[in-house]
């Protein structure tokens, strides 16, 4: 398939190293997809849903105790521990590589190991970079035809280069206590062992696209970040694309796929959606920050999914979709989570992520509800099929970004929306993002947890140096984004939601949108321009009120004084790392709240 020799020897290295009985080069053909399906069929690594129901639909099951990213267990190789930064787990590259070789050593004796050509972007374009994963999982497989571009013709762009990330993996024996997730950024090395669940696996994802894409970019001038691009379609025809960045639980996904309400469909209002997770930014023409997703499919949760909260991501599982830890109704050859809107399967062929028989209001012997689909069960499905992609989807060189946003889950800090003051200001609006613990996270609820622009898990090398970049990126173009600040989640005094959120938020866009066009002001407050009441759009908006408004677009001096200290706090761990330039927006605010 290949003849250029670095990776012909990566592969070489790797067979003599795991012993898999055979090696299958991946060429995505759908004569290849449908005999390595029916192999996992037969094996009941996955199983095959219902043709007309879900045609080209497959249902897996992680091992139950390798259900999430295991963040405690996943490491930056840096050479230099500081490059590392006091955010990230660290280990030396040679200790790291002798314990991961002496744990996975003849792996695949018995097994098949599959070599998979993949680009993360569209193959060819100035934003592609490419990837050889090997790996003994029929599921990762699969999987990753769907998350990223899968084809022999990363090889013809390639040629001779060694320019490509090495991605290894293994399910070993799924032993969580030998599991090891370790991104190497130096050496361009993925190693992910004793894991089948996809954020650890499918390495194109968070592994590559993330963590040794954003120390790529600090390399070569250009950011890798956790976030949506959204495209919003005036009624002239006019489109202006955002970016966004939220920590997890704070609706990034159904943001994406924004459905307006009928007040601006009416109007001829559109939102597309260019991706839902990960932006890969560059400088492009016209001095402006261009964003491409560069991923081809979705890996989204599925409780909580419905045609209410996200109608798009619903229809885009509805063909060529593999779930994972999902409900199984054997007898239809169907699924269901909870939240999905939809009375539970009954009868005796319904089963539970784990493959018990399973129906609603099952309960263990303390009398417990036992779920049936796992709280971070999960849908990959392609990209195409979402009803709101956007035609810009595959372009090679990515949309014009008019706005970054950042957002996070804040009972009482945060107003509903705030535009930082400059370019500076914004990365340190950014850079002290926080979220409140909610009663579906472990510990105490409440507890604010800084998430710098949504990369804590995920930043490949030392933050104060991440922070740095951004403020450095924003000396490249002429035609800035703006920065604002969003948070859906203020309460009342009962804890209640006071912005009814999903598709409403589309207002919020609007004002953004309108800022970016300098059509409406916006008042001056000691953390940044907010909107006057009047320029954000409640028409149609039934049993929500002006008054009601006002309340969540106030800045309380008590409470962001209390969140300056709380900074001073989080900031010191970066040490003499953090730039100058946020520590001195700190001391703006700080005399702003006097």
């Known amino acids: 398939m290949t003849t250029n020799k670095h990776v012909l020897e990566f592969v070489e290295k790797y067979t003599k190293h795991f012993q898999p009985d055979n090696v299958v080069w991946i060429d995505a053909s759908e004569e290849q997809k449908e005999e390595l399906t029916n192999q996992a069929v037969a094996t009941g690594e996955v199983i095959k849903l219902d043709s007309k129901l879900l045609p080209g639909c497959l249902y897996h099951r992680t091992h139950p105790n390798d259900v999430a990213r295991v963040e405690h267990r996943t490491f930056i190789c840096s050479r230099d521990k500081e490059n590392c930064g006091p955010t990230n787990n660290w280990m030396a590259p040679s200790e790291a590589y002798k314990l991961l070789d002496e744990i996975s050593y003849g792996a695949m004796k018995g097994r ?12 060819g374009s100035p934003f592609a970079k490419y990837g050889i994963e090997l790996t003994d999982s029929i599921y990762v497989v699969l999987n990753m035809m769907i998350m990223t571009r899968v084809s022999p013709k990363v090889f013809d762009e390639l040629g001779d280069s060694d320019d490509f990330v090495r991605g290894i993996h293994s399910k070993v024996e799924l032993d969580e206590e030998k599991r090891y997730i370790c991104q190497f950024p130096e050496d361009n090395v993925i190693y992910s062992i004793n894991s089948g669940y996809g954020g650890n696996v499918l390495l194109g994802k968070k592994c590559f696209a993330l963590r040794i894409a954003s120390y790529q970019g600090w390399k070569e001038g250009w950011m890798a970040e956790h976030m949506l691009i959204l495209g919003i379609e005036k009624p002239n025809g006019e489109i202006r694309y955002v970016t966004g ?6 609706g990034k996904t159904n943001l994406a796929m924004l459905i307006p309400p009928k007040v601006y469909t009416e109007k001829g209002y559109k939102v597309w959606t260019v991706g839902d997770d990960i932006a890969w930014i560059r400088k492009g ?12 499919g979705f890996f989204g949760v599925a409780p909580g999914t419905n045609m209410k909260s996200n109608p798009n991501a619903l229809i885009s599982t509805q063909k060529g979709t593999i779930f994972t830890n999902v409900v199984l109704d054997a007898k239809t050859n169907t699924v269901w989570w909870e939240g999905i809107k939809e009375p539970a399967p009954t009868g005796d062929k319904v089963f539970d992520w784990k493959g018990n028989p399973w129906f609603e209001g099952k309960t263990d012997e303390k009398g417990n509800v036992i779920k049936g689909a796992h709280p971070n069960s999960r849908f990959t499905s392609p990209a195409i099929n979402c009803p709101s992609i956007s035609s810009e989807f595959e372009n090679p060189s990515g949309v014009p970004i008019s706005a970054i946003i950042f957002g996070g889950r ?13 370019w500076e200001h914004g990365v340190f609006v950014g850079s002290i993002m926080a979220s409140e613990t909610t009663a579906a996270a472990a510990g105490k609820v409440g507890v604010v947890r800084h998430d710098p622009m949504a990369m804590l898990p995920f930043c490949g090398y030392h933050m104060g140096d991440y922070f740095k970049h951004w403020l450095d990126m924003g000396k490249t173009v002429e035609n800035k984004p703006l920065i604002f600040n969003v948070n859906w989640f203020r309460t009342d005094d009962e804890g209640n939601f006071i912005w009814p959120g999903f598709g409403d938020n589309m207002r919020v866009l609007d004002w953004i949108i309108r800022r970016c066009e300098g059509e409406v002001d916006a008042v001056e407050t000691p953390i940044g321009f907010l909107p006057k009441p009047e320029d954000i759009n409640l028409e149609g908006l039934e049993d929500f009120t002006i008054d009601q408004l006002k309340t969540i677009l106030d800045v309380d001096k008590d409470t962001w004084i209390k969140e300056a200290e709380n900074i001073t706090e989080f900031y010191t761990k970066f040490g003499d790392k953090l730039p100058n330039e946020l520590v001195k927006q700190l001391e703006i605010l700080k005399e702003n709240l006097k």
Request: one cysteine or more; proline letters at 9%; a positive charge.
């Open 285 to 296: 023409k016209d001095s402006m920050l261009y964003a491409v997703n560069p991923e081809n």
């Open 410 to 422: 804040r009972a009482k800090a945060a107003p509903l929306v705030y535009q930082s003051r400059d």
């Open 245 to 250: 960045a939220f920590p997890s639980a704070c």
């Open 112 to 123: 098949t190991m599959y070599v998979i050509p993949f680009s993360m972007g569209k193959i």
